[in-house]
C-alpha cells in the first residue's frame, strides 16, 4: 500500500472496513433485507470530511440496505431512528459508544504506515470473521 496517497490509502482502509461489516452482518440491522443494494453506515461520523480514529472500527459500523440508508442520514424517521438506535445499542455497549464518540473528537493525522497497520488489522478481522 505504500506506493498509494495518503487518500487511497485511507479509502482502501475504509473499503476494507466496509467488507468487513458486509462480512459480519450481512443483512440489513433494521429492516432485515439481504439482497438489493446494502451499504456499511457508520454510527458515528466523522466531522467535517476528515477521517479519525473512530472511522476505522467495526463496532460504530452497521449494514444497512439503501432505503433504512437514506432514513438513518435523514434522521427524520422518528419510529426509523428509535429501532436503529435499540439496534445499536444491542450491539454496542454504552460506554464504548461514549469512547467512539470521544474519538471522534480526536484529530488524526495518519501516515500511510499507520494506514497500512489499520488496513492490517481490518484484514485480519475480516478473515476472522469470514471464517466463522
Known amino acids: 500500500m505504500s506506493k498509494l496517497t495518503r487518500k487511497g490509502a485511507i479509502r482502501k482502509c475504509h473499503g476494507m472496513w466496509s467488507e468487513c461489516i458486509h462480512a459480519r452482518d450481512k443483512?440489513?440491522?433494521?429492516?432485515?433485507?439481504?439482497?438489493?443494494?446494502?451499504?456499511?453506515?457508520h454510527g458515528i461520523t466523522a466531522r467535517g470530511n476528515g477521517c479519525?480514529?473512530?472511522?476505522f472500527e467495526l463496532d460504530n459500523g452497521f449494514l444497512l440496505c439503501f432505503i433504512c440508508h437514506q432514513g438513518a442520514h435523514a434522521k427524520t424517521d422518528k419510529p426509523f431512528m428509535e429501532?436503529?438506535?435499540a439496534k445499536v445499542d444491542s450491539m454496542v455497549s454504552k460506554e464504548r459508544q461514549a469512547e467512539i464518540v470521544r474519538m471522534r473528537h480526536t484529530p488524526a493525522h495518519y501516515t500511510i504506515e499507520d494506514l497500512e497497520g489499520i488496513y492490517e488489522r481490518l484484514a485480519k478481522e475480516y478473515d476472522r470473521i469470514v471464517g466463522e
Open 27 to 41: 443483512v440489513c440491522l433494521v429492516c432485515g433485507r439481504d439482497h438489493g443494494k446494502l451499504d456499511a453506515h
Open 52 to 55: 479519525g480514529p473512530h472511522w
Open 83 to 85: 429501532r436503529f438506535l
